[in-house]
């Protein structure tokens, strides 16, 4: 299971309207993640012509493609802190069926940036359209690398194309409509919510979330790590 943890303000409203907050690439925590460095690329005159090329051909990725980032971690204190609003917030647990479209793609942590071939790229890109083979062959090996710090998050990423159907704009930001029901929800040590309000607020799935796929976290009293 993969969690998305969110605030208790962004949680309710994706449990009320079946949409959430779709990242943007150049938006993320750390500014060298998805910075991938891109080879095989036409030759260019001068050095300083290559890193223009190589710019503008990532940044019309960033334009394109946006991501949905989850954790397979739900004990580790410093994910809800920094996360969930320090333990305030909510984490929403799902298991995603590989047959069903949804991929799910592990991120590695390691010290290189990672590279990204300009001729496959251009291969699996028809038309400029981000297709399913592209995302599972270039992006996948792009934009699923970070630094070995980061490595506590356990992190999977999912890459939406910001031109789906399933995708609307509110303002400057994107949303992803989703029709799955949570499969479990953790309340944050420090959060306010009931049980009583989550049922509510997820009513519109027609799901009620029991002891087995509801509950909120605890303090362990011998150790730092978290009770679920």
């Avoid at 083979?133 to 910001?162: H, Q």
């Avoid at 995708?167 to 919510?193: N, S």
């Amino acid at each position: 299971m993969v969690y998305r943890y969110l605030n208790e303000q962004y949680a309710l409203e994706a449990l009320q309207t079946k949409t959430w907050k779709v990242g943007r690439l150049l938006e993320l925590n750390d500014p060298a993640d998805c910075q991938p460095i891109l080879v095989n690329a036409p030759p260019q005159n001068t050095p300083e012509e290559e890193t223009s090329f190589a710019t503008r051909y990532l940044s019309g990725l960033y334009e394109d493609v946006g991501v949905v980032c989850f954790s397979n971690e739900i004990t580790d204190p410093v994910i809800w802190s920094h996360y969930a609003d320090s333990h305030r917030g909510i984490a929403l647990g799902f298991d995603f069926d590989p047959g069903s479209g949804d991929t799910l793609h592990k991120v590695t942590y390691q010290d290189c940036r990672p590279t990204i071939d300009y001729q496959i790229a251009q291969g699996l890109r028809p038309e400029g359209q981000v297709t399913p083979a592209f995302i599972d062959k270039v992006i996948k090996y792009g934009f699923t690398y970070k630094a070995p710090s980061w490595a506590y998050e356990k992190e999977y990423r999912r890459f939406v194309w910001l031109g789906s159907p399933s995708i609307t704009m509110k303002g400057a930001h994107y949303f992803e409509h989703f029709m799955t029901a949570p499969d479990r929800v953790v309340l944050g040590v420090r959060c306010r919510l009931t049980e009583s309000d989550i049922v509510r607020a997820g009513g519109s799935y027609g799901c009620r979330f029991d002891r087995n796929n509801f509950c909120q976290a605890k303090l362990d009293r011998i150790s730092y790590t978290l009770k679920v």
